[in-house]
């Protein structure tokens, strides 16, 4: 009985997610988009991730709780100050994942939002005149009144759904994609979906968390992450971190306009 009830709550809470204060944008790029995220920023994704995109000329977007900075967690190591000096001097973006990598949804709202603002403010303060733009959100859905308070704080916001950006999107949820075995993908169901984005002229977002040869249940090793970069290499589509294919978004609408 609990089971069942769990998974009507859930269902419930994924309908208002994705139903409620949503901020649309149609998604129309002569170039299909492609980006890769790394949340909660363990070493792996830095040295052995970064490293392979770095190889097929892109960078990413590692969304970091500032308070896991050297901890170890699930997913390995997380990050030093050095690791995210390093990477914002390479050219990748830093995103906000709240500072204690709370439970989105369970979390009082207030403190939701409080951890957000530390995050912000220990980001100034150890990387002078760097700022997240971007958010992901930690552990499940959005409540629909957090969605609408974080549009005062980020240009956007993403979540999982295993889908990619088609047509419309909304900036308070955008959908990703996961690499990991816990979602059990495999190659060819990443070419699909690779390709499915692209001839629908989207935005693919990929997310993991530690590129390692044993990966945690929400990681996956450099072998598979290689052949999904190298895809997404060749596939035509422009491999950008979040920040800049939104950009792009906005340059192409803003030009069409005039
Ligand atoms: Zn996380």
């Given amino acids: 009985m609990s089971t069942i009830l769990s998974k009507v709550v859930s269902k419930y809470r994924r309908l208002v997610a994705y139903r409620l204060n949503r901020r649309m944008v149609s998604i129309e790029t002569q170039v299909p988009l492609i980006s890769?995220?790394?949340?909660?920023?363990?070493?792996?994704?830095?040295?052995?991730g970064g490293n392979i995109l770095h190889s097929y000329g892109a960078r990413a977007t590692y969304f970091?709780?500032?308070g896991l900075l050297g901890a170890t967690t699930e997913v390995g190591t997380i990050a030093s100050i050095d690791d995210l000096l390093r990477a914002v001097n390479e050219g990748h973006e830093l995103g906000c994942h709240?500072?204690?990598h709370l439970y989105t949804w369970q979390t009082n709202p207030k403190k939701f939002i409080e951890s957000i603002t530390r995050n912000k403010l220990v980001l100034e303060s150890i990387i002078p005149g760097i700022c997240f733009k971007t958010f992901a959100y930690p552990i499940g859905v959005p409540r629909p009144s957090v969605k609408s308070q974080l549009e005062k704080h980020f240009l956007c916001c993403r979540?999982?759904?295993?889908?990619p950006n088609v047509g419309f999107a909304d900036l308070n949820l955008l959908k990703a994609y996961f690499i990991d075995k816990r979602n059990n993908v495999d190659i060819e169901s990443i070419k699909k979906i690779i390709d499915h984005s692209i001839s629908s002229s989207g935005w693919l977002i990929f997310a993991t968390h530690d590129v390692t040869e044993k990966p945690s249940p929400y990681g996956c090793t450099p072998h598979f992450f290689t052949e999904v970069v190298k895809y997404a290499a060749q596939s035509g589509a422009v491999i950008l971190p979040v920040i800049d294919a939104l950009e792009r978004?906005?340059?192409a609408k803003e030009t069409r306009i005039e």
């Fill in 159 to 163: 979540g999982g759904g295993q889908i």
């Fill in 249 to 251: 978004l906005q340059l």
């Fill in 64 to 66: 970091v709780s500032l």
């Fill in 36 to 48: 890769f995220t790394f949340d909660d920023a363990p070493i792996t994704a830095f040295h052995t």
């Fill in 98 to 100: 709240t500072f204690d």
